[in-house]
């Protein structure tokens, strides 16, 4: 029997194409997180600060974050992909609509996606680092031999 050949597979979630790039599935997740977004304004006229980041954080987030250190980006594209998704949600909270995105993201306590993706990354190494997560760290990291010990044993 012949295997078939295919571009693009979907497992868990997670659209896996053949040049193994994250493109389709950040479109994809924008595509479904923006559908939330047209449900929320349909529903909701007017938005505070308050509800727009329970409902934001609720419905909104998770479709454009579903996996993300699966298919981890570094394409500009695909950030900016998903960072469009959030500077048009910003918008919906009526008092802010004005502002630019960065002022808005400080008034309502958000960051943007990337740097939520880079403090995960580091919240992640530092666990691993700091055998919090049960894994050779030797798999991920060979670490230089500065003197310094993150384990808290004495190199001298």
Same mark, same amino acid.
Request: charged residues 30%; hydrophobic residues 35%.
């Given at each position: 029997?012949?295997?078939?050949?295919?571009?693009?597979?979907?497992?868990? *979630?997670?659209?896996?194409?053949?040049?193994?790039?994250?493109?389709? #599935?950040? @479109? %994809?997740?924008?595509?479904?997180? %923006?559908?939330? !977004?047209?449900? @929320?304004?349909?529903?909701?006229? %007017?938005?505070?600060?308050?509800?727009?980041?329970?409902?934001?954080?609720?419905? @909104?987030?998770?479709?454009?974050?579903?996996?993300?250190?699966?298919?981890?980006?570094?394409?500009?594209?695909?950030? #900016?992909?998903?960072?469009?998704? #959030?500077?048009?949600?910003?918008?919906?909270?009526?008092?802010?609509?004005? !502002?630019?995105?960065?002022?808005?993201?400080?008034?309502? *306590?958000?960051?943007?996606?990337e740097r939520r993706r880079i403090r995960g990354d580091l919240i992640e190494t530092f666990k691993i680092l700091t055998d919090i997560e049960k894994v050779d760290m030797e798999q991920f990291f060979?670490?230089?031999?500065? *003197?310094?010990?993150? %384990? *808290?044993?004495?190199?001298?």
């Amino acid at each position: 029997m012949k295997i078939k050949e295919t571009t693009m597979e979907k497992d868990l *979630g997670i659209y896996i194409t053949s040049d193994l790039k994250p493109s389709t #599935q950040c @479109v %994809r997740a924008a595509r479904k997180a %923006r559908s939330v !977004l047209a449900m @929320v304004r349909r529903n909701f006229k %007017r938005l505070d600060a308050e509800d727009f980041l329970l409902i934001y954080k609720i419905y @909104v987030r998770p479709h454009i974050e579903y996996c993300i250190q699966a298919w981890s980006l570094h394409l500009v594209k695909d950030i #900016q992909v998903l960072e469009s998704v #959030q500077r048009t949600a910003t918008r919906m909270v009526s008092t802010l609509k004005k !502002l630019p995105y960065e002022s808005r993201l400080h008034r309502l *306590g958000l960051t943007t996606l990337e740097r939520r993706r880079i403090r995960g990354d580091l919240i992640e190494t530092f666990k691993i680092l700091t055998d919090i997560e049960k894994v050779d760290m030797e798999q991920f990291f060979e670490l230089s031999d500065t *003197g310094y010990n993150l %384990r *808290g044993h004495n190199n001298s």
